[in-house]
């Protein structure tokens, strides 16, 4: 069965700060994976998907996500953090048509 | 163009009773998905409905229902409401897939609170 994996319930960077969320998936196969955003009281946002095209995955906000078969990880990034960032990021990955999440990440930004 | 919608926002409700819950997707969307957050579990994927049939399920008592209407919109129920059922319920839409294949847009979800 696939799963995701995030290292981490809480991260706390400063403003300008780098942002690393780390998401290790288990998969037989070759993975779709996924990145989504909650902010309070909302859906969730995708920020980038990795469908195999390229291993480096541009998203929305200025988020990257580096897919390394090598090390099964899918870690999210943004080279300098702003207030408007701090939310809760969930990785997923798709199973038959259904996303299974990780159990997400918030990201508190100080200022 | 409109995001997905869910109605109502919020509901109270006490165990016993059921609950409906309503979802409008994309326009031309086909793919609706519902999915259940809650801070124990997570989000955890309820089932998807393509063209009326559901066409995944996942692992959840028979209490949780849903179906699809000929222009797409959804609507879950959950029967013998129970504590543990109050959660924020989120719908996603896509074109055609639930998956991987295109993206999934989540509507706001519903919160549900059962007392």
């Known amino acids: 069965a696939q799963s995701v994996t995030q290292l981490g319930s809480h991260v706390s960077v400063s403003e300008g700060a780098l942002v690393l969320l780390r998401c290790n998936y288990s998969?037989?196969?070759?993975?779709?994976l996924f990145w989504y955003v909650q902010y309070p009281n909302q859906g969730l946002q995708l920020l980038l998907k990795y469908t195999s095209a390229a291993t480096l995955v541009k998203g929305i906000n200025g988020f990257e996500a580096e897919f390394k078969k090598s090390e099964t990880s899918f870690h999210l990034t943004k080279p300098s953090a702003h207030m408007s960032d701090a939310a809760e990021y969930f990785c997923?990955?798709?199973?038959?048509?259904?996303?299974?999440f990780g159990s997400g990440t918030r990201l508190l930004v100080r200022p | 163009k409109a995001g997905v919608t869910q109605t109502p926002r919020y509901l109270i409700k006490t165990r016993g009773q059921q609950v409906t819950l309503s979802c409008s997707p994309i326009s031309g969307h086909r793919s609706v998905s519902w999915y259940q957050q809650t801070p124990g579990q997570g989000l955890q994927f309820l089932f998807e409905?393509?063209?009326?049939?559901?066409?995944n399920k996942g692992n959840f008592p028979g209490r949780f229902s849903g179906r699809q209407f000929s222009n797409s919109r959804s609507e879950m129920n959950v029967s013998t409401l129970e504590l543990g059922d109050s959660a924020l319920y989120l719908c996603?839409?896509?074109?055609?897939?639930?998956?991987?294949?295109?993206?999934?847009?989540f509507g706001p979800g519903t919160r549900l609170l059962v007392l």
């Open positions: 996603a839409s896509s074109l055609t897939s639930g998956g991987a294949q295109e993206t999934q847009y």
């Open positions: 997923a990955v798709d199973s038959s048509y259904k996303l299974i």
């Open positions: 998969s037989s196969v070759p993975p779709y």
């Open positions: 409905y393509f063209s009326e049939t559901q066409r």
